[in-house]
């Protein structure tokens, strides 16, 4: 029976990456973690055996930590945007390049009421995280951010779902919502200033969060990623939002009023939204 290889790649995940860069009267942290894949004329490794076109993993890894001593970098963005050149301008048998990166943020510690120069503490769960892919009709940026963990505790409801016998759920005019959103955009153009335009989307989505009266889930994901359209040049943008719910503690068991304020916190069962909107 004849066999057809029909795609392949394969690259090097998890490399971690640390930077710092020692300015005269502060430092600049970078905390980050890549995935490098490439695609190209590599079949021959596959059906033959034959390694003579096949870039080492290892040799993707050691070029990482190279790029980054030869090119610092303020945006991860930028970064990709470099390794997935190199990689492309240097083996001829590379045809694509996907490279992934994940920020770990980390901010100054106030120290005597003003930031530190050199001391910083982690940021809580939240990630920035960029895509970039390069090929022959050049090379597209994702941006994003994972683990925006936000909640309201006001003007959020889920009413006048359909209801069947299985349905147990009540309805309510006045709920917790929490959720850890997980964003992805493109932007119009290849090259932008990364750093400002993140830095406003990530505004955007948490103002907009706190403003809008919520009728769902699905409400307020729809305006959020519809405020970052309206006003960033940006094309489009994936957002997923899990539903971490918070239940009412029934008081009246113990003989206290209920008065919305008490609640337990469920990791799963959860619901999770998610939506893409785009331009035009």
């Not at 055996?49 to 090119?71: F, P, Q, R």
């Not at 069947?164 to 709920?175: K, S, V």
């Not at 769902?216 to 094309?235: K, Y």
């Amino acid at each position: 029976m004849p066999v057809t290889l029909t795609a392949n790649r394969y690259g090097k995940s998890d490399i971690r990456l640390v930077t710092v860069r020692r300015g005269a009267e502060r430092h600049e942290l970078r905390d980050v973690t890549l995935a490098v894949q490439l695609e190209g004329d590599f079949a021959a490794a596959y059906t033959e055996g034959d390694n003579s076109g096949v870039v080492a993993t290892d040799t993707m890894k050691n070029t990482v930590y190279a790029l980054a001593a030869e090119h610092p970098f303020a945006d991860v963005e930028d970064f990709g945007l470099a390794l997935s050149a190199h990689f492309l301008e240097t083996y001829p048998r590379v045809t694509s390049a996907r490279v992934e990166l994940v920020e770990h943020l980390w901010e100054r510690i106030e120290a005597g009421g003003a930031p530190h120069p050199h001391a910083f503490e982690r940021a809580g769960a939240e990630r920035r995280t960029a895509v970039v892919t390069r090929g022959a009709e050049g090379a597209r940026v994702r941006a994003g951010i994972e683990d925006l963990v936000v909640m309201k505790t006001a003007r959020s409801a889920f009413e006048g779902f359909p209801r069947d016998r299985w349905t147990t759920l009540p309805e309510t005019a006045d709920r917790l919502l929490a959720t850890a959103v997980r964003a992805t955009w493109r932007y119009s153009r290849p090259y932008v200033d990364f750093g400002r335009l993140w830095r406003e989307v990530r505004r955007i989505l948490l103002e907009t969060f706190a403003a809008h009266d919520s009728r769902s889930v699905q409400h307020t994901l729809h305006a959020m990623g519809e405020a970052v359209l309206e006003t960033v040049d940006v094309e489009e943008i994936h957002l997923a939002m899990p539903n971490r719910h918070h239940l009412p503690v029934d008081l009246a068991r113990f003989g206290l009023p209920n008065r919305n304020e008490v609640f337990v916190a469920t990791t799963e069962p959860y619901g999770l939204i998610e939506a893409t909107l785009r331009r035009g």
